[in-house]
């Protein structure tokens, strides 16, 4: 059975971090592209970021380059984004999610994802 837990999120002012978590189980972690997403009220999911199944490929939302770093540890199956300089626009529930796509070149949508953990809130408050 496949699992996805995030962890990490909470309030914090502008300009702040966090740093969020996603452990991964029931399923061949390193063989699968992974990102994160987040949905704000109001709006369609979107990705945030992505990493190739081996970790040297990464994929960033304009909207977070240069301020979020996400990054995997294959031998823990944990997800990672580093998400620094926060901006209100930035509060969303944030998802870890698994596309069955070593190097993420066909996962650039949410409907690309197959597998979802429940996802963590973040608010950036200004």
């Known amino acids: 059975q496949v699992h996805l837990v995030e962890s990490g999120g909470g309030s914090v002012q502008a300009g702040g971090s966090l740093r969020l978590s996603c452990v991964a189980s029931g399923f061949t972690y390193s063989t699968y592209c992974m990102g994160w997403l987040r949905q704000a009220r109001g709006k369609e999911r979107e990705v945030v970021a992505s990493?190739?199944?081996?970790?040297?490929?990464?994929r960033y939302a304009d909207s977070v380059r240069g301020r979020f770093t996400i990054s995997r540890d294959n031998a823990k199956n944990t997800l990672y984004l580093q998400m620094n300089s926060l901006k209100p626009e930035d509060t969303a529930t944030y998802f870890c999610a698994a596309a069955f796509d070593e190097t993420c070149g066909m996962a650039r949508r949410s409907g690309d994802y197959k597998y979802w953990g429940q996802g963590t809130q973040v608010t950036v408050s200004s």
């Open positions: 990493i190739s199944g081996g970790g040297g490929g990464f």
